[in-house]
């Protein structure tokens, strides 16, 4: 049917096994569609095994679509009055996500006419999607930004909220060094006759990665874009534990249902497809870490949607 590529996805898990109900949550219409959509990012992700109850003003009505992984529903006609739902909803955390992706989506058409028809004539059947993301990045990693040059705990989840690290500059005409006392990776910048700093983002990460102990503990990545990080100067910082790392029992539900949000150019529009999805060949037990900059195949459970991103 249909073959989409994009360049960015984010992945969220469930981080608690029980929805809660909430009323009159608002939504408002997608455009000139008849799509509805929840005005909160805090109202997304519904639990499809409970009721969903939608209203036109104080009438009930019934949508002809949900879209559990957005909160979202379309209904048969425009409403005249304002849109609420009664949905129980899950609290998600975003874990992860591709850099780039393609999605691959069929319906099976089911011939429907008889053999006295001049033409064939066919009916949709079964829905399928399924597709590939390259480049898996984890934001279950703790992390901090150094003036440019992000690091990330290698520790997985909450362990790698122990990690810190701090940028010294000291003297004249030293060399750039990296020292690591525990946790605590320090970072000697070079300095010039002056006693200014002058070791690069470049050449810090280099000698990161070349040190056996500070690259057990983080791994190194530009924060915005490579031209502008990697020849920034980073200077003195005091000493910052990385932050942000997730709690085992987030990663140990990864191999469950994933809510998945796909950003893709139309030509005309940023659109927004969501949905739930599976990985395939991983199971519950597979490290999250284990992933990272891994390609990985996905199948969808269920109709994907496409809404104004």
């Known amino acids: 049917m249909a073959k989409t590529r994009g360049i960015w996805s984010a992945l969220y898990l469930q981080t608690s096994d029980a929805s809660v109900a909430d009323t009159a949550i608002a939504l408002s219409r997608v455009g000139t569609t008849l799509w509805y959509q929840v005005t909160s990012a805090s109202d997304y992700y519904w639990d499809k095994a409970k009721t969903i109850t939608v209203y036109d ?3 009930e009505v019934t949508p002809l679509e949900i879209d559990y992984a957005a909160g979202a529903v379309r209904l048969a006609e425009a409403a005249s009055g304002s849109v609420t739902a009664d949905a129980s909803k899950f609290t998600c955390a975003v874990f992860g996500g591709f850099r780039s992706f393609s999605l691959d989506e069929s319906m099976e058409l089911i011939e429907c006419g008889c053999f006295e028809d001049d033409g064939e004539v066919y009916e949709p059947g079964a ?18 930004d150094f003036n440019g040059l992000t690091l990330l705990a290698k520790p997985i989840g909450a362990a790698g909220n122990s990690v810190a690290a701090k940028c010294v500059v000291s003297g004249k005409s030293t060399p750039l060094s990296i020292s690591v006392a525990g946790t605590v990776i320090t970072i000697n910048s070079a300095t010039s006759v002056a006693g200014a700093a002058t070791s690069k983002n470049w050449e810090i990460k280099n000698a990161i990665e070349a040190h056996a102990e500070a690259s057990a503990l983080v791994r190194c990545r530009y924060t915005t874009n490579y031209a502008t990080n990697s020849q920034t100067v980073m200077g003195a910082i005091t000493q910052a ?69």
């Open 127 to 144: 829905y399928s999607a399924s597709g590939s993301g390259e480049g898996f990045w984890s934001s279950v990693d703790a992390y901090h």
């Open 241 to 309: 534990s990385l932050s942000g790392g997730a709690v085992p029992e987030m990663l140990s539900r990864f191999g469950e249902e994933v809510i998945a949000v796909f950003y893709w150019d139309s030509g005309a529009s940023l659109i927004r497809t969501s949905g739930l999805i599976t990985f395939e060949s991983q199971s519950v037990d597979t490290s999250v870490k284990g992933l990272v900059g891994k390609s990985l195949k996905f199948k969808a459970l269920g109709l994907l949607y496409d809404h104004a991103g």
């Open 57 to 59: 003003g104080v009438t």
